[in-house]
């Protein structure tokens, strides 16, 4: 079994940032692509933002690209996505999941394993 655990939601003010961490149980974190999704109350979870378990590739979605970043320490099991200029529209609870292997996945579908969530609020 895997665990993820999300940290570093909270409260931030429009144009500012935020880093979030998603910390990672297990062994083989390298072999595995990850992702994190969000989802606004009333909305569908969406994706935001993956990379390959190697990190040699990331894919963003086109809300993210160019304010956020999604970075990976394979050495500390962590997946991070730090979130600058931020919006009130990326008010949300931020996932980070783990893919079923080493490539990108741009789906729900393609994540087997999730973290708990955590909240990011951002006020105007």
């Known amino acids: 079994q895997v665990a993820l655990v999300e940290s570093g939601g909270g409260l931030g003010q429009a144009g500012g940032s935020l880093r979030l961490s998603c910390a990672a149980s297990?062994?083989?974190?390298?072999?595995?692509?990850m992702g994190w999704f969000r989802q606004a109350p009333g909305k569908e979870r969406e994706f935001v933002a993956a990379m390959s378990g190697r990190g040699g590739s990331s894919f963003y979605a086109d809300s993210a690209k160019g304010r956020f970043t999604i970075s990976r320490d394979n050495a500390k099991n962590t997946v991070y996505l730090q979130m600058n200029s931020l919006k009130p529209e990326d008010t949300a609870v931020y996932y980070c999941a783990r893919a079923f292997g080493l490539s990108i996945q741009r789906t729900s579908s393609g994540y087997n394993y999730w973290g708990q969530g955590t909240q990011v609020t951002v006020s105007s």
């Open positions: 297990g062994r083989t974190f390298s072999n595995y692509a």
